[in-house]
């Protein structure tokens, strides 16, 4: 990854790029080390699915998105403008998955819109990527829960089978869970986000790769974990260039 890509996300987030004062020398809060990248140790930890959703769901694109789009097997229904099914390309070698739909996602009916759509856009392109040309992105729910609340977990139950669905479907190379309730829900674990970061899980009968970093909303509010979030990129973007 390039020098300027690294500045540019850097940059997205708010984090300072130092110069040296001697010439010709850069100096970054973060070591070459952590930028160039030695390989990181990662553990396979292969995670449990649970049971099958109850209720079957349509197997194909056009049925997913209507079955979707009419539901009401949860209270989200009752308070939401639009549902969001999600975007991108239908068979993605990477698959973002993030919590819910916000305010701004509620209005247009597309996942990350807002400022942290904004933000996550900044990250994948960052790593070369994009929802446009080769990133699918969804959320564990299809309605967005009032008040920006997380999603409670029988909502996240009842929605469970349209995720599940669109993960058969995309197929991707690589799973990304954006923050902890989707790397939770998906890895079917209470383990803290900060436990689950650098280590690379697997979901589905298929052992679909799966890592975890940090939700953009978490990353706007919280400074301190900034940086971090360029090491999971950096690994993210090293797994998908193999
Ligand atoms: S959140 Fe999911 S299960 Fe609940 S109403 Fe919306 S689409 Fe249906």
Redesign the pocket.
């Known amino acids: 990854m390039d020098e300027l890509r690294r500045r540019r996300y850097l940059q997205a987030l708010g984090i300072e790029v130092w110069e040296s004062r001697a010439k010709g020398m850069a100096a970054t809060p973060l070591t070459d080390d952590r930028v160039t990248g030695r390989a990181p140790s990662v553990d396979f930890v292969a995670s449990r699915l649970p049971p099958p959703a109850s209720r079957p769901v349509p197997q194909d694109w056009a049925g997913l998105q209507a079955a979707?789009a009419g539901?009401?097997?949860?209270?989200?229904?009752e308070t939401?403008t639009n549902?969001v099914f999600g975007v991108g390309p239908s068979h993605a070698p990477l698959m973002v998955v993030g919590e819910?739909p916000g305010a701004d996602e509620d209005a247009r009916g597309e996942p990350f819109v807002g400022r942290a759509g904004k933000l996550l856009d900044e990250m994948l392109k960052a790593i070369g990527r994009s929802r446009k040309t080769d990133t699918y992105i969804a959320n564990v729910?299809?309605?967005r829960p009032p008040g920006n609340r997380e999603?409670a977990a029988d909502?996240a139950e009842?929605?469970r089978a349209?995720l599940e669905q669109q993960l058969r479907l995309v197929k991707p190379k690589l799973i990304v869970a954006l923050g902890r309730v989707a790397a939770q829900r998906l890895l079917v674990t209470d383990t803290p986000i900060g436990r689950m970061r650098g280590q690379r899980y697997s979901w589905g009968p298929d052992a679909t790769p799966l890592m975890v970093t940090y939700h953009p909303a978490y990353l706007l509010r919280s400074p301190g974990d900034k940086a971090k979030s360029w090491e999971d990129l950096k690994r993210i973007h090293r797994y998908l260039s193999e």
């Open positions: 979707v539901c009401r097997k949860c209270r989200l229904c939401r549902t819910g729910v299809k309605c999603p909502e009842a929605c349209y």
